[in-house]
């Protein structure tokens, strides 16, 4: 297997889950919102394609793309999406917040713009052991016009920080057009205010993002400081599944899945000679068979014990 | 008298105040075209326009302060901040700002500022999502506090609360908003500061708010077909505290249980079991109590929230205790 | 008297407010931190100039210059800084907030940065109205790395708020260079990121900054949105008075002190003939008169009774 | 033993630990070239450079989340908000970030963060800079919350706060920073939440904390003139709070006051009592109360200080009032 069909595994891997968890919502089995990455796949996959488990990423309310992408071990991932004991993180993260140490994954996060200065702090934190190592902290564009983004983008040019800001912009926040927020709609534009590099990305065309994910990533572990970038993409769902959308129009939809990111890389990947339609195809099943099994297993699951919900409020141990 | 539940008593108290004053703005994420991230300003954006409902980037700090700004040149701004768990994003503005400004300059500006917020303790949603902190707000002079836990009270406080020259933060219970209650079609105003007592009784007070109020009724249902008789009191406003029918009401039971759905520890029970000290210890008959969901985050998943929150079973239990 | 007069007024007197009150301090008269505002004197004069009452100002910790400069009465102003009863907010305001509402002084405050978003809603307000009213809000280059800069920054330029946003680069925030701080000396440059117009001015040059305050107050008036005006300056004095000053050299402050605002500006007048060196030497006699006389009276008056600490916690009256 | 001040404890801890532990860093504002804004980090960027000791841009938020990135990537930080009065700027890293990693994930991260702050309460710089929060911090459960009145507590709690795998709160009071206490130069430990009787007595109980602590010790001097033997008890920790230490007092004592330069609605006082009323109700042959400023925020001017604050002449009269 060639990178690139890793790229597509892992992508179709994204695209089955969220499909799947889609459907077992549909059907009542969910616990809680989903916030779907439907159509943003190639953003979380071209990102991660450069990272070591010693790079770390800061993933935000929609993250289950990011913590595939790096590496998330995929049933206890799903299983804590339906917060069950079986979970990553036991089912009491849940929906919007998963996270694995060992694979630099560092959670999501339930506010919005939270994990950016988090992410700052992972990266100064390499920055004092010199390991090279490199954080990519995801937002959205809705996160970008938090006060916590001035404030990262600022200290992580000050300070040269190793880090990659991702910025999704998938044209909504909530029920709310980016468009309506700003003045200016190239969230890139503000790198250079604060003397960082920033740049425009397809988004939905995964060599791109991959492309741009290495020259940022080697800036970063070179000690030339962090990039910004921003990855024009489309939110297919609604804000959560079950939103109406009434936003939008189903030709705007239309139109951005057409510009289908798995689709494009699998239509490149036949066309270049470097994949055949059959193997693919022959992916995309594997991939689903894992996540249905993923999913029958959370569903069989057990939910945590609700004594547990007293564990780890505080780290034992006395230090005097 | 109609049928509403308490999601569109609080549309409706909008509507009628931005109707009676052209002063009264709304400000926050998602208010205007979607109609509020819990359909909470339904209509608004069309009957009043995009300048007087403006729906904002994601930007708390500024949500507020665009709100203290406004209401220090001539405007009573409602804003929004859809969590009251992203209050530690904006809680300068909202206590620094909001609260002192009237203070500070000795009375040059008013402050007819409200804060609107809620809380999704109980709905499964994990722990940034789950919080109700109205004892950082209540701890903080300038401030009023209110906290509805009916249809009524929702729409007489908030048209009260939009009426008042001080910054209110005007928190709700989502888990409360589809409960329904017959409404007067007239003018309606709760007065801040004055709590309700929901249910007499001799035997036991319960002081409850929010979520918990309805359950210390049920509570109560239960406890009389033991012949316990319980009065429960909603406070509706946390701050300025309506003491003074508690301790009226506590020196006629001589015991008291506090139930609410916040944090115990440095919480509202803290602060209603140190002023029935302070004002009637001596007819305490046994020591006030607290009941709250333990000092943990909340975990995602309803089956915690089950397990953590304070429900009539408990609360009947606890005034059982009381009274052994 | 002309109107370039009338700025050398003002700059004056705040010169001699700020050189006397130093002079208070030094004879342990001064109750707290002075936090002088030498040096700036242009930028707040030339920024006010084209404001009539109708305009609003919002200030900060260092603000006499702009209560000054805005109109606010010299001798209560003094007064308050001494937190006297005679002072314009009675004295419970004290150095660090001013405000009166007749003349759109909106206050300083202690919290920097938090002045910004109060500015664009005073500005949403006249925008709400339609009066044509224009909000300058001042700040300075530390406060431009608080989240609150980039959350007013975006929604004034989303909005199109009637917002001028002045900030004073003064090159140090308490101890702190500015450029430790950042990845970007020049703070006018953010606004292209986020859609608005920013320009650099020299803060020091009182008609330079008069007329890019008359543009972007223009602007505003006419629905054309916010500017972001930099006015590059420099702090004489420490953060406050009696801090040492070790993190700069007397050369630097020497080299700044050579730019003096004041004298540039009594230089030009006489050389292009629109003074004559006695009239302005009269009025600066003048100004320190009415300066001395107002800390003599401040001096004079009562700190305010104590009992008046329980006054305007709330403002009084039921609703229902 | 060596006579050190509350201040230079501090920075002695500070640099003990970062010499012991390579991972100890420094993140705030002016804390490094400046040596803290006041003096409270001298020497250290010497000592350590500017990595460790890192001088940041005005930006609260992410002063706290660098910690918080730092924390849970193997350092220890120590982040420094100058007043307290700014945490509402950065309650969110401090309340939902730090508090709440080590739970919401199950355990997979520590979180040895030292969020270092101080109060000015009385040193009359107005409304911005005289405010003592640590009920906001108190009240959410995950973080830890210490708040030292002596040179010896300061050291021996700083040391143990940067010790701690949980995040803790540091609240130093300004005006305790010129206070000199022999000190040991060895090793000094003092356990987080664990108070400490700082004076015997069998009459009445005064918990103090801060600055109130010298303050409830001069009045018990006062008042055992009058044979008035007071036990003055500093918790040192608000959260996790010892109340078991305070709770034998009083059943000792059968009477306590609770001193504090922090708002009484909904503060330590609150707390204190309400939880004596659940543990000693019994024991207690009066109420407990509470000394503390007035519902009011803190005017500029040290002669409001005074009329507003606590006093050792107002603690002695309020323990005389509750003996009568
Ligand atoms: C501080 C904060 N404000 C508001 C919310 C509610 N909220 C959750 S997701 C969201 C939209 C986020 O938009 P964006 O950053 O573009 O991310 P996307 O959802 O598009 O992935 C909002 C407003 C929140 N969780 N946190
Ligand atoms: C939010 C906040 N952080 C820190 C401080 C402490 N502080 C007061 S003034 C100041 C420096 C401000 O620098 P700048 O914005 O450049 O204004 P200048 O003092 O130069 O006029 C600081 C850090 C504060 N008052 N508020
Ligand atoms: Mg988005
Ligand atoms: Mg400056």
Redesign the interface.
Same mark, same amino acid.
């Not at chain 2, 507020?64 to 405007?75: E, H, N």
């Not at chain 2, 105003?189 to 801040?192: A, E, S």
């Given at each position: 297997m060639t990178d690139k069909i890793e790229l597509f595994e892992r992508m179709a891997l994204i695209r089955q889950c969220e499909l799947q968890l889609n459907e077992a919502f549909a059907k009542n089995l969910f616990p809680g919102y989903i916030h779907s990455y439907l159509g943003q796949e190639a953003c979380a996959v071209g990102m991660c394609a450069p990272l070591s488990n010693e790079d770390k990423i800061v993933s935000t309310h929609r993250g289950r793309g990011h913590y595939l992408a790096k590496g998330m071990a995929l049933e206890p991932m799903v299983a804590e999406m339906f917060g069950k004991e079986t979970g990553i993180c036991g089912g009491r993260a849940g929906e919007m917040h998963a996270a694995d140490p060992d694979l630099g994954i560092l959670g999501g996060n339930g506010i919005v713009g939270a994990g950016l200065p988090i992410a700052a702090g992972a990266a100064y934190s390499a920055q004092l052991d010199g390991t090279g190592a490199v954080t990519v902290a995801f937002f959205g564009e809705g996160a970008s016009n938090n006060g916590s983004f001035g404030e990262t983008m600022n200290v992580a040019a000050a300070w040269k920080l190793p880090l990659v800001l991702v910025c999704e912009n998938n044209l909504y926040a909530e029920m709310t057009p980016f468009s309506d927020t700003v003045g200016e709609k190239d969230v890139a534009k503000r790198a250079v205010g604060y003397g960082m590099q920033g740049e425009v990305v397809d988004g939905n065309d995964v060599l791109a993002v991959r492309e741009a994910a290495e020259r940022a990533v080697e800036r970063a572990r070179k000690g030339g400081g962090p990039t910004l970038l921003e990855l024009k993409t489309y939110r297919w769902g609604g804000h959560f599944e079950g939103d109406p959308r009434k936003y939008r129009t189903r030709d705007e939809e239309k139109e951005w899945q057409e510009r289908c990111p798995l689709r494009r890389f699998r239509e490149k990947l036949i066309e270049s000679g470097e994949a055949k339609e059959a193997e693919l195809d022959a992916i995309e099943e594997q991939m689903k068979a894992d996540v249905a099994k993923a999913i029958e297993m959370a569903l069989a699951a057990d939910t945590p014990a609700p004594e547990t919900a007293h564990d780890h409020v505080y780290v034992p141990g006395e230090v005097a | 008298m109609a049928p509403k539940n308490y999601c569109w008593a609080l549309i409706d108290a909008i509507r009628e105040e931005m109707e009676r004053d052209d002063d009264v #703005?709304l400000i926050g994420?998602?208010v205007g $075209? $979607?109609g509020g991230?819990f359909g909470a300003s339904r209509g608004l954006l069309d009957a009043f326009g995009p300048?007087?409902v403006? !729906?904002?980037?994601?930007? =708390? =700090?500024?949500i507020?302060?665009?709100? #203290?700004?406004? /209401?220090?040149?001539? &405007?009573r701004?409602i804003v929004e901040i859809m969590f009251m768990?992203?209050?530690? *994003?904006?809680? !300068?503005?909202?206590?620094?700002?909001a $609260? &002192?400004?009237?203070?500070?300059?000795?009375?040059? +500006?008013?402050?007819p500022l409200v804060i609107r917020t809620s809380t999704a303790v109980e709905m499964?949603? @994990?722990?940034?999502?789950s919080q109700l *902190?109205e004892?950082?707000v209540?701890? #903080?002079?300038?401030l &009023?506090v209110v906290m509805p836990s009916t249809p009524r009270d929702a729409k007489?406080l908030m048209?009260?609360a939009i009426?008042?020259?001080?910054p209110v933060v005007f928190i709700e219970h989502l888990a409360l908003h589809r409960n329904k209650e017959d409404i007067d079609e007239g003018e309606l105003? #709760?007065? *801040?500061g004055k709590a309700d007592v929901k249910r007499k009784g001799r035997d036991v007070t319960v002081v409850a708010t929010g979520l918990m109020v309805a359950r210390a009724l049920d509570a109560a249902e239960t406890l009389a077909k033991d012949g316990i008789e319980t009065e429960v009191i909603d406070p509706r406003t946390i701050?300025p505290?309506d003491i003074d029918t508690i301790v009226a009401s506590v020196e006629k039971t001589n015991r008291a249980l506090v139930v609410t759905s916040?944090?115990k520890?440095? @919480? +509202?029970?803290?602060?209603v079991? $140190? =002023?029935i000290? =302070?004002r009637a +210890?001596?007819h *305490?008959d /046994?020591?006030?109590?607290?009941l709250t969901p333990?000092?943990?985050?909340a975990? +995602?998943?309803?089956?915690?929230d089950?397990?953590?929150n304070p429900n009539a079973g408990s609360i009947a239990d606890a005034v059982r205790a009381m009274l052994k």
């Open positions: - | #703005v994420e998602d $075209a $979607a991230a300048m007087r403006r !729906d904002t980037p994601i930007s =708390e =700090e500024i507020v302060g665009l709100g #203290v700004g406004a /209401a220090m040149t001539g &405007k701004p768990d992203f209050f530690g *994003l904006c809680l !300068d503005q909202i206590c620094n700002q $609260a &002192k400004m009237h203070y500070m300059y000795n009375g040059a +500006f008013k402050m499964g949603i @994990g722990p940034h999502h *902190l004892s950082w209540g701890h #903080v002079p300038g &009023k007489g048209k009260a009426r008042d020259d001080n105003l #709760v007065p *801040l701050s505290l916040s944090m520890q440095f @919480g +509202f029970g803290s602060e079991s $140190a =002023e000290m =302070e +210890f001596f *305490l /046994a020591p006030v109590q607290r333990p000092f943990t985050p975990p +995602f998943g309803k089956h915690f089950e397990y953590l």
